[in-house]
């Protein structure tokens, strides 16, 4: 998923996020910077979110179901390697192993690495579900993979 997707993403879904929370046009403005003009023409489909916006959008309703489903996960890691294109964890993130949006394409000496199901980007879980690393490129996914089983298998 590039920028452009996911501000496009973000943009068809925003009434969506915004009925979850049962906020008015008005309050939801007013959480995400916008003007109540702005909103409705974002929300009628006459134009997108900018970057700011949706990244603001995913920050502040990480939790919102509705973007979770859209995105296969986590919105505020999206915008990260969105942004990044790859992440790399020295403080480690646990997640829930990847049982809803993620299938296992390889596993050795505890680590997994899995693809979204949605959005089509990897990541590298350890034998206790901390994602260590994320990317879209399969080949780089893949590299980081074999350089965990590896430094595993010298310790």
């Known amino acids: 998923m590039n920028k452009e997707q996911l501000i ?55 939790n919102s179901d509705t973007l979770q489903s859209a995105l296969g996960g986590d919105p505020v890691e999206m915008v990260e390697l969105t942004a990044h294109d790859t992440i790399t964890r020295s403080s480690r993130d646990k997640t829930t192993g ?36 994320s990317t879209y490129d399969a080949a780089e996914a893949e590299e980081h993979f074999q350089d965990y089983i590896r430094q595993d298998e010298s310790e």
């Open 98 to 133: 990847g049982h809803l949006w993620w299938r296992d394409v390889d596993q050795q000496n505890g680590f997994r690495l899995q693809q979204n199901v949605i959005s089509s980007h990897y990541r590298v879980l350890d034998s206790e579900d901390y994602r260590l690393f």
């Open 8 to 62: 496009n993403l973000v943009s068809v879904k925003l009434k969506l996020v915004r009925t979850e929370r049962n906020y008015t046009q008005e309050k939801m403005a007013e959480v995400i910077g916008l003007s109540k003009k702005t909103l409705v023409q974002i929300e009628k489909g006459r134009i997108s979110a900018g970057w700011t916006t949706t990244a603001a959008v995913c920050a502040i309703f990480r």
